[in-house]
């Protein structure tokens, strides 16, 4: 004899051979479970429909898994590159003020001068990361 599978409040209720079998929670105070309402025929041996086949709500479940680690490794990635840009800032805008520096010590600070290419750059690079 096959399992028999009962629903509803208090389990009264028989299993419709023509439904599918998944046991919905009524969503009430009391702990009942009316059987599924669509046309069985899908998943073992037919017994449910399309939305509670086993396997579909397998690869549901693991689809959206997936997208949640997804979505935590980009949140992760980007975490990082904020602290790298963090950690990079100090140091390049030191080096930044030594080439300047270093650029007018040679005086090569001059507009139009042969030789003072990327000074007007270093000096809008620094004002930039000092927030001018
Ligand atoms: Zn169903």
New binding site residues.
């Given amino acids: 004899m096959a399992e028999e599978r009962l629903y509803g409040l208090f389990l009264k209720a028989k299993e419709n051979e023509t439904r599918?079998i998944?046991r919905i929670h009524g969503g009430g105070r009391w702990p009942s479970f009316h059987q599924?309402h669509?046309k069985r025929g899908h998943g073992k041996d037919g017994l449910?429909?399309k939305?509670?086949d086993p396997e579909v709500v397998k690869a549901k479940a693991e689809a959206k898994d997936k997208a949640w680690h997804t979505k935590w490794d980009y949140e992760r990635s980007k975490e990082e590159l904020s602290r790298l840009e963090h950690e990079a800032h100090q140091p390049m805008l030191e080096a930044l003020k030594n080439v300047k520096k270093n650029l007018e010590l040679q005086g090569l600070d001059v507009p139009g001068l042969v030789g003072n290419i990327g000074y007007q750059e270093v000096c809008a690079a620094i004002a930039k990361a000092e927030g001018k």
């Fill in positions: 599918c998944e599924c669509r449910y429909c939305i509670h």
